[in-house]
Each structure stands twice: as C-alpha cells, then as structure tokens.
C-alpha cells in the first residue's frame, strides 16, 4: 500500500509547517510530538540494538491512532510507557484520518479476452481517499503505453470494483496497466497484465507481402474514412492517403515505385481504432 505524506496534504499541512513541536531525542527511543489546529501527530522509535522501555509525552490523553497499522492506543495520561523493539517505530495522530488521506491500495487487477475480439479489464482496490480517476493505458511491447481510455472514481470508502472493455485491441500481445490520479495530480501504477490476441479480427489485408511489382490493401469493413499512412523503419513518413467511404473487399494499391527495396509501417486510422501492417518491398 502507497502511503501519502500527512504534511502533503492539504487540511494538515499547517501542523507541519506551524505546529508546536516537543521532542527527547537523548535516549535509544527517540520521540517528537507535533499539535497543530488540526491534527496532532507524535512519532516514536526505537533506535538501538536491544528492547527498551520508555516513557512518551502525548501532547493530549484519549484514542490515538497508529497511521502506518491499525493499531490503536487508549493514552490515560500524558506520561505514557512504551516497549519497543529495536527499530520498532509508530506515527501516531489524534484522528483517525485513514480512510481520508491514505492511498488505495491495490487488491486485483486482471486482463482476460472479452469473447473474440475485446479485452476486458477488472480491478478492485481499498480505500480511495483522494483518488480522483483511473487512466488506462496499453502498450504492443510493455514498454511504451499509451492512454486508451479513462474512469472516474466512486470516491467511496472500503473496497471497490471497476471495469474497463477494449473493443478495438491489438492483434498480437497487448500490455495494460492502470494509472490510478489523486485529486492533487499524484499517481500510482498497478501491475502490468498481458493477452495474447493473435486471432483479433483483422480490418485489413496487405497482399502480396513480401511484395515486388505491387501490393494492396484489401478492406475488410465499411469505413466512413481511411488515413493511409507509410513510414520507413526511422519513422519518415513517405506516402499518406485519404479514402473516404470504404466498402468490405475494396482494394487500395500501394504506389510501390515511390519505395525502394526494405521494410515499411503501413498504418491505417479508422473509426474502428488504428491498424498496422509490416510490408517488404524486395
């Protein structure tokens, strides 16, 4: 679990920067105390090499709530006795403010196919605090992603579900995580999970390929517009076309005598989402 910094957050920063602050840092068990007009805060560690035993000032008696377990305490005077364990520490603070500024903790995310042609998402996490939305992202190789879609948080408390489907994915590998935005533009990745969809439905057909005297494109689908675009292998776009109104079985020729003998990216842009195909010119 990603635990945000108190003094990062808004309401509580003032402690931080304004607070009274009380400290023993003499001994083995080190503590310091901060009361702000929001939030009071008091660390505590043990920093030798055997159990020890000491007493902590608490700026104020009643429930205090540990931030980094679940822990709590019932302090009964200020003067409270502590053991701790060597490197033993706590944070301490006089509301439980978990559930408000804790980030969400990560507890599933899977990528499965979605019949023969989509992907569908699923997460769940704990906590949301102030996770302000989700961006999901898709790569061909698991290294360079790119935003696909986006959800909006629930920005409820406790455990939460969310979906995503991908209707138009890659044939081959697809690679995808979730970017997960706090309110403040901070932001956590979850895992990466990978499908295989060599069998994608195909949009297009390049034939022949390798090719030598001339090739086509084929449409497999109507489309209300086509981007035709080719590229070598440095990226330098050589060729680019628009066709408007394709129909299935259309053949688009490909003007081979403006390429030499290599390899070229053909990408094409539909309303149907982006398809690529190798051509070899020899």
Same mark, same amino acid.
């Given at each position: 679990? /990603?635990? /945000?910094?108190?003094?990062?957050?808004?309401?509580?920063?003032?402690?931080?920067?304004?607070?009274?602050?009380?400290?023993? @840092?003499?001994?083995? $068990?080190?503590?310091? %105390?901060?009361?702000?007009? !929001?939030?009071? +805060?008091?660390? @505590?560690?043990?920093?030798?090499?055997?159990?020890?035993?000491?007493?902590?000032?608490?700026?104020?008696?009643?429930?205090?709530?540990?931030?980094?377990?679940?822990?709590? $305490?019932?302090?009964?005077?200020?003067?409270?006795?502590?053991? @701790?364990?060597?490197?033993?520490?706590?944070?301490? *603070?006089?509301?439980? $403010?978990?559930?408000?500024?804790?980030?969400?903790?990560?507890?599933?995310? *899977?990528?499965?196919?979605?019949?023969? =042609?989509?992907?569908?998402?699923?997460?769940?996490?704990?906590?949301?605090?102030?996770?302000?939305?989700?961006?999901?992202? /898709?790569?061909?190789?698991?290294? %360079?992603?790119?935003? $696909?879609?986006?959800?909006?948080? @629930?920005?409820?408390?406790? #455990?939460?579900?969310?979906?995503?489907?991908?209707?138009?994915?890659?044939?081959?590998?697809?690679?995808?995580?979730?970017?997960?935005?706090?309110?403040?533009?901070?932001?956590?990745? %979850?895992?990466?999970? /990978?499908? %295989?969809?060599?069998? +994608?439905?195909? =949009?297009?057909?390049?034939?022949? #390929?390798?090719?030598? !005297?001339?090739?086509?494109?084929?449409?497999?689908? !109507?489309?209300?517009?086509?981007?035709?675009?080719?590229?070598?292998?440095?990226?330098?776009?050589?060729?680019?076309?628009?066709?408007?109104?394709?129909?299935?079985?259309?053949?688009?020729?490909?003007?081979?005598?403006?390429?030499?003998?290599?390899?070229?990216?053909?990408?094409?842009?539909?309303?149907?989402?982006?398809?690529?195909?190798?051509?070899?010119?020899?």
């Amino acid at each position: 679990m /990603r635990i /945000r910094p108190l003094k990062t957050y808004k309401d509580y920063t003032s402690t931080f920067t304004n607070g009274n602050v009380n400290y023993n @840092l003499s001994d083995t $068990i080190k503590w310091e %105390s901060i009361v702000g007009s !929001n939030l009071s +805060v008091v660390v @505590l560690g043990n920093f030798g090499v055997n159990a020890k035993t000491a007493t902590i000032t608490f700026p104020s008696t009643g429930t205090w709530y540990s931030y980094l377990t679940t822990k709590t $305490i019932t302090v009964g005077t200020t003067s409270y006795p502590v053991t @701790l364990q060597p490197g033993e520490y706590y944070v301490y *603070t006089n509301k439980n $403010i978990k559930d408000v500024v804790l980030a969400l903790n990560w507890l599933n995310f *899977t990528a499965q196919k979605n019949g023969a =042609h989509s992907v569908l998402l699923n997460w769940s996490i704990q906590s949301e605090g102030s996770n302000d939305h989700f961006e999901i992202e /898709r790569s061909n190789n698991g290294t %360079s992603f790119t935003k $696909i879609g986006n959800v909006h948080a @629930l920005q409820s408390i406790g #455990n939460q579900q969310y979906s995503f489907t991908d209707n138009v994915p890659l044939s081959g590998y697809n690679y995808y995580r979730i970017k997960q935005v706090d309110k403040d533009g901070s932001y956590q990745y %979850s895992s990466v999970q /990978r499908v %295989s969809l060599s069998d +994608v439905i195909k =949009h297009w057909s390049l034939y022949p #390929n390798p090719a030598k !005297n001339s090739t086509a494109l084929y449409a497999l689908n !109507n489309y209300n517009k086509a981007a035709i675009s080719i590229s070598d292998l440095n990226g330098r776009i050589i060729y680019r076309e628009v066709m408007n109104n394709v129909t299935p079985n259309q053949q688009i020729s490909i003007p081979l005598s403006q390429l030499s003998k290599g390899i070229y990216v053909i990408k094409i842009a539909t309303e149907l989402g982006i398809d690529t195909q190798k051509l070899i010119v020899e």
